[in-house]
C-alpha cells in the first residue's frame, strides 16, 4: 500500500491510520495533527511545471526530503496528484507549527537538478486534536482551510487551525 515515493501511503490506507491514531487520542487524551502540504506553482521563485515526467520527479524528491525531517513515527501519505499529508503523533500546536516551518523551510531551500533546477515552495495548512477540532472530519475540513489559506496568500506559508 505504498506510493512509488519512498514510504508514502496511499490515501485509504493514511485516511484508515489517521481515522484510528484520532480514535486512540480522543481515547488516551493525547495530541494528534494532520498536515496537507502541496507543492506552489508560477510562484515567482524561478519554479515552472516542466510538465508531468519531472512534477513526479519533484514529488519524489519532496517525499524524501518530508521523510528526512520527520520522526520515524510520524505517517505520510498521498491524498491528490500534488497534495501529501502528514500524521504526527503527540504533536500540538506549537510543535505542528515548528514542524510544519522545518518542512516548509527544507523544500524552499533545496535546489532540485537533473533537469529540476531552481528552488520550489510549498504551501501547508494543520489541524490538531483536540484544539482544532474534535473528529477526524473537522480536522481534515480545518487544515484544508488552513491549505487554502496559505495557497491564497501567495504560497510557501504555513497555517495551523486556531484553537475552538
Do not use: W
Not at 519512498?6 to 486512540?24: A, S, T
Not at 515552472?48 to 517525499?63: F, I, K, M, N, Y
Not at 507549527?97 to 535546489?111: K, N
Request: charged share 30%.
Amino acid at each position: 500500500m505504498l506510493d512509488e515515493e519512498p514510504r508514502v501511503l496511499r490515501r485509504p490506507m493514511f485516511d484508515f491510520l489517521f481515522d484510528l491514531e484520532v480514535k486512540k487520542a480522543i481515547r488516551y487524551q493525547y495530541f494528534v495533527t494532520v498536515l496537507f502540504l502541496e507543492l506552489d506553482y508560477g510562484d515567482g521563485e524561478g519554479a515552472v511545471d516542466a510538465g508531468p515526467h519531472s512534477r513526479t520527479e519533484q514529488l519524489g524528491v519532496v517525499a524524501e526530503l518530508l521523510r528526512d525531517e520527520l520522526r520515524a513515527t510520524d505517517v505520510i501519505g498521498r491524498q491528490a496528484d500534488d497534495r501529501f499529508s502528514i500524521l504526527l503523533h503527540h504533536a500540538d500546536d506549537a510543535n505542528t507549527m515548528r514542524i510544519g516551518e522545518r518542512l516548509r523551510r527544507r523544500v524552499a531551500d533545496y535546489v532540485f537538478s537533473q533537469g529540476l533546477e531552481g528552488r520550489r515552495t510549498v504551501s501547508i495548512g494543520g489541524a490538531c486534536f483536540p484544539t482544532s477540532g474534535n473528529y477526524p472530519e473537522d480536522l481534515v475540513s480545518e487544515a484544508d482551510r488552513m491549505l487554502q489559506r496559505a495557497k491564497h496568500e501567495g504560497g510557501n506559508k504555513v497555517y495551523v487551525a486556531p484553537r475552538e
